[in-house]
């Protein structure tokens, strides 16, 4: 049984530009929710989807967007990127929303 | 105050002995408390769920729930130096699904 995928591995940017990541979910699960990891800290919630809908959004701006199809899987996107953005970027996919299992990331780079 | 609060550590514990890592949290209707690890450069891994007061156990790991002190823990029995990495505590408040994490405590297992 494969577990959360994500898409790319690393991606270097740069300032300005958008970019697109990707989230399959573990077999099974239904609602997708995405998070931002700074280096030394504990994930930021960036927003929920679940029945293709965006359930919950963290305290993000609007350059921030995303997608569910109905296979379940996600889409993040991120507009006019700053160089702040840097960060990891998490999917977790679980049942429901409550235990939560985290794909291995996206790291981003902006330049 | 923050909603989630783990001392950040590092934690040294001798190779063999029991680690304990502590996390409090501010809001009582918090009803679902997780504990993460987390390698360096790596996704958190979901090790412990508890939903409800008292101990639960899984192998070498026992997390342990108070609402009243709105305190959980996590025991780690037979610390092993591959155990050495971050933990991140996270709770869910009531319905909303949203994982409100801490910042991690690193844990350091000395052989």
């Known amino acids: 049984d494969a577990g959360v995928t994500q898409s790319p591995t690393h991606l270097i940017k740069t300032r300005g530009q958008q970019v697109t990541l990707r989230c399959s979910p573990k077999?099974?699960?239904?609602?997708v929710s995405w998070y931002q990891q700074a280096l030394g800290q504990g994930p930021q919630f960036i927003f929920q989807?679940?029945?293709?809908?965006?359930?919950q959004r963290g305290n993000f701006p609007d350059r921030f967007s995303g997608h569910q199809f109905p296979n379940y899987s996600s889409e993040l996107n991120v507009n006019a990127l700053l160089l702040g953005d840097s960060a990891l970027y998490l999917c977790?996919?679980?049942?429901?929303?409550?235990?939560?299992?985290f794909g291995p990331g996206t790291r981003l780079t902006v330049t | 105050q923050k909603e989630v609060e783990q001392n950040s550590g590092p934690l040294s514990v001798p190779e063999g002995a029991i680690a304990s890592l502590n996390c409090t949290y501010s809001?009582?209707?918090?009803?679902?408390f997780f504990w993460y690890r987390q390698y360096s450069g790596k996704s958190p891994e979901l090790i412990m769920s508890?939903?409800s007061n008292g101990d639960k156990e899984d192998g070498r790991f026992t997390a342990q729930l108070n609402k009243a002190s709105q305190y959980v823990s996590l025991l780690i029995r037979d610390s092993q130096p591959s155990d050495s990495a971050t933990y991140l505590c996270?709770?869910?408040?009531?319905?909303?699904?949203?994982?409100?994490w801490g910042a991690g405590t690193k844990l350091i297992i000395k052989p």
């Open positions: 996270a709770v869910i408040r009531g319905s909303n699904y949203q994982l409100i």
């Open positions: 989807y679940y029945e293709e809908e965006e359930r």
């Open positions: 977790a996919s679980s049942s429901q929303g409550y235990e939560q299992y």
């Open positions: 809001d009582r209707v918090s009803q679902s």
């Open positions: 077999s099974g699960h239904d609602t």
């Open positions: 508890i939903y």
